[in-house]
C-alpha cells in the first residue's frame, strides 16, 4: 500500500481528535442557555414541579403549579359568536382553557366531565364569567346512552349545536406489555376511540353547514410511546378516524379536524405517571417544558371558527414543542 494513504489517514485521525478536543473543552450545554423557551405573551412554569401523584381521573385544583388556562391576553373577536359547543373532558386541561376560549369567542359551552365536580364547578363559572351560558353533564363518554343525552342536554339549553370537542381521555403507562392487563386495555379504548364515535354520532344530525367537530389527538398517534401502547394506538385511530369523517361530512358543509398536543400540564399527567416523573414532565420537549392549556386552546377556536378555517378539514395540526421523540 502506497505511504501515502497511511500517512494520510494518520493525518486525518489527528485532525478528528483536535476537532473532538475543541468541542469537548466547551462542554455539552450546546450555547443554548439554561432553562426553558419562554416566547409567550407570559412566562410559563418549566421542571423541575413539585413530585406529585393523584389518584385517577385526576384533580386540577389540586395540581402544583395550577394550570394557566385562562389566556389573559386572548382577546375576542366574535369568531364563534351566537354558537353553542359541546366539550368532553371540558373541566380540567386543555377542555377547561378551550371552554374559557370559545365562551370569549361568543360560544355557550356544555361541559361533560367524569366525577371530577369542584373542576367541573370552577370550569362552568369560568364560561359565566366570560358572558356566556354553561351547562354541566356527568357522565362516561364510553355509554352510548350519555352521547345521546348529552347532546340533547345541549339542545335544550341553547336550541342548537355547531361545535362538537372530543376531548375525555384516559391514560396509563406501563413498563411491560405483560403489565398490560384486558381491563386497562379496554378502558382505554373504550374512552378514547368508543367515546369519540358515541359523541360524534349523537351530535352529527344536529350540526348545520358551518359547523365543526374538533378532536383531541396527541403526538403518541404521530410518533408512538413505548410505555403508551393502548394510548397511541387510540389517538393514532382518532387521527384516522378524523380524515375519514372529514371528507364523509364534507358535503354537508362540515369540516372535521385534530388537533395533536405534545405533553400538556393537566391533570391527567400526575393521575398516570409515578411522582419523580411528574417532576421532569416536559423536559423532552425542544422548549425544554409541558405546553400550559391556554397554549393548546386557541387551535381550537381557529378549527372551529368558519371565519378561519373554512378551507381546512380532514387536518392534524401538532402541537407538540419540537418534540421529534428523542
Not at 9 to 21: C, K, L
Not at 285 to 300: F, L, S
Request: glycine residues 12%.
Amino acid at each position: 500500500m502506497d505511504d501515502r494513504f497511511e500517512n494520510r489517514a494518520e493525518r486525518i485521525a489527528g485532525q478528528e481528535r483536535r476537532i473532538q478536543a475543541g468541542i469537548d473543552a466547551k462542554g455539552s450545554g450546546g450555547g443554548g442557555g439554561e432553562g426553558a423557551v419562554q416566547a409567550g405573551a407570559r412566562r410559563y412554569p418549566e421542571p423541575p414541579f413539585p413530585e406529585q401523584h393523584q389518584r385517577k381521573p385526576g384533580d386540577e385544583a389540586a395540581l402544583d403549579p395550577a394550570p394557566m388556562y385562562d389566556a389573559p391576553f386572548w382577546k375576542g373577536s366574535g369568531k364563534l359568536d351566537g354558537m353553542a359547543a359541546i366539550v368532553t373532558g371540558g373541566d380540567s386541561g386543555i377542555g377547561r382553557a378551550v371552554a374559557v376560549l370559545f365562551a370569549r369567542e361568543g360560544c355557550d359551552v356544555a361541559i361533560c366531565h367524569l366525577d371530577e365536580t369542584r373542576d367541573a364547578e370552577d370550569a362552568k363559572a369560568a364560561v359565566e364569567a366570560e358572558g356566556r351560558r354553561a351547562v354541566l353533564l356527568k357522565g362516561d363518554v364510553a355509554d352510548p346512552d350519555f352521547g345521546e343525552a348529552a347532546v340533547r342536554a345541549t339542545l335544550d339549553a341553547f336550541g342548537r349545536l355547531d361545535v362538537v370537542v372530543p376531548n375525555a381521555a384516559f391514560q396509563e403507562h406501563v413498563e411491560a406489555l405483560e403489565d398490560l392487563t384486558l381491563e386497562h386495555f379496554d378502558r382505554t379504548l373504550k374512552t378514547n376511540l368508543y367515546g369519540y364515535f358515541n359523541l360524534v354520532k349523537a351530535a352529527v344530525p344536529h350540526l348545520k353547514a358551518g359547523g365543526s367537530i374538533v378532536m383531541t389527538g396527541s403526538v403518541t398517534g404521530l410518533l408512538g410511546n413505548e410505555n403508551l401502547l393502548d394510548y397511541s394506538m387510540t389517538k393514532g385511530g382518532i387521527h384516522a378516524f378524523a380524515r375519514s369523517l372529514g371528507t364523509h361530512l364534507a358535503p354537508r358543509g362540515i369540516r372535521v379536524n385534530v388537533v395533536a398536543p405534545g405533553p400538556v400540564w393537566t391533570p391527567l399527567n400526575p393521575a398516570d405517571q409515578p411522582a419523580e416523573k411528574v417532576a421532569k414532565f416536559g423536559a423532552q420537549t425542544v422548549m425544554k417544558r409541558p405546553a400550559q392549556p391556554e397554549e393548546i386552546a386557541p387551535a381550537y377556536v381557529f378549527l372551529a371558527s368558519p371565519q378561519c378555517s373554512s378551507f381546512i378539514t380532514g387536518e392534524i395540526l401538532p402541537i407538540i414543542g419540537g418534540y421529534t421523540g428523542g
